[in-house]
T-cell receptor, first 115, second 111 residues
Framework: GESVGLHLPTLSVQEGDNSIINCAYS??????FIWYKQESGKGPQFIID?????DKRQGQRVTVLLNKTVKHLSLQIAATQPGDSAVYFC??????????????FGKGTLLTVNP | DVKVTQSSRYLVKRTGEKVFLECVQD?????MFWYRQDPGLGLRLIYF???????EKGDIPEGYSVSREKKERFSLILESASTNQTSMYLC??????????FGPGTRLTVT
């Protein structure tokens, strides 16, 4: 079946290191992907998105890479800070008709940043 | 900035009570969604709405209903709360490109 999943459920890094969080998807028709950050007790927060006609997109300290050949998505966080500690979700977004979208979420990766 | 608000952060209800969870967005978004989030299960879609007075079932609609009388407001209703509905409930609305913006969540406990 179609799914969005994450390779690692937990990731622990040292402050200042770069972090890489991975995600696999299985629906080749997906045309839009999103990364979310969710801190404890809060709702998911939009970080960055990428469309299937791109293979890389950069934001502030974050980069998303999309490899459509192997259906793989990654989020890179540069110079990871304690405030980056959270659960990170990838989401797959397929246009279900017109402008209406539904998201399929991965289970999430818990990122812990050690001082 | 997009603002999605939910009526309560924490709620405690008794089994059998009728529960209303309210969600309001201020960006004139057409699409709104209700999810529940449980450890190990991730986010699961309960109901969604593409327009006023329009609703569609998500993946786990049993035991829930929704109401969308105004574009900015999407309500989730638990007709008769049960203990297995104890969860974090998240509302979201969709921006121009399909990105979803989430509210802060309501942690509901049914005793």
């Amino acid at each position: 079946g179609e799914s969005v999943g994450l390779h690692l459920p937990t990731l622990s890094v040292q402050e200042g290191d770069n972090s890489i969080i991975n995600c696999a998807y299985s629906n080749s028709a997906s045309d839009y992907f999103i990364w979310y950050k969710q801190e404890s007790g809060k709702g998911p927060q939009f970080i960055i998105d990428i469309r299937s006609n791109m293979d890389k997109r950069q934001g502030q300290r974050v980069t998303v890479l999309l490899n459509k050949t192997v259906k793989h998505l990654s989020l890179q966080i540069a110079a990871t800070q304690p405030g980056d500690s959270a659960v990170y979700f990838c989401a797959e977004n397929r246009n279900s008709g017109g402008s209406n979208y539904k998201l399929t979420f991965g289970k999430g990766t818990l990122l812990t940043v050690n001082p | 900035d997009v603002k999605v608000t939910q009526s309560s952060r924490y709620l405690v209800k008794r089994t059998g009570e009728k529960v209303f969870l309210e969600c309001v967005q201020d960006m004139d978004h057409e699409n709104m969604f209700w999810y529940r989030q449980d450890p190990g299960l991730g986010l699961r879609l309960i109901y969604f709405s593409y327009d006023v007075k329009m609703k569609e079932k998500g993946d786990i609609p049993e035991g829930y209903s929704v109401s969308r009388e105004k574009k900015e407001r999407f309500s989730l209703i638990l007709e008769s709360a049960s203990t297995n509905q104890t969860s974090m409930y998240l509302c979201a609305s969709t921006g121009l490109w399909g990105e979803q913006y989430f509210g802060p969540g309501t942690r509901l406990t049914v005793t």
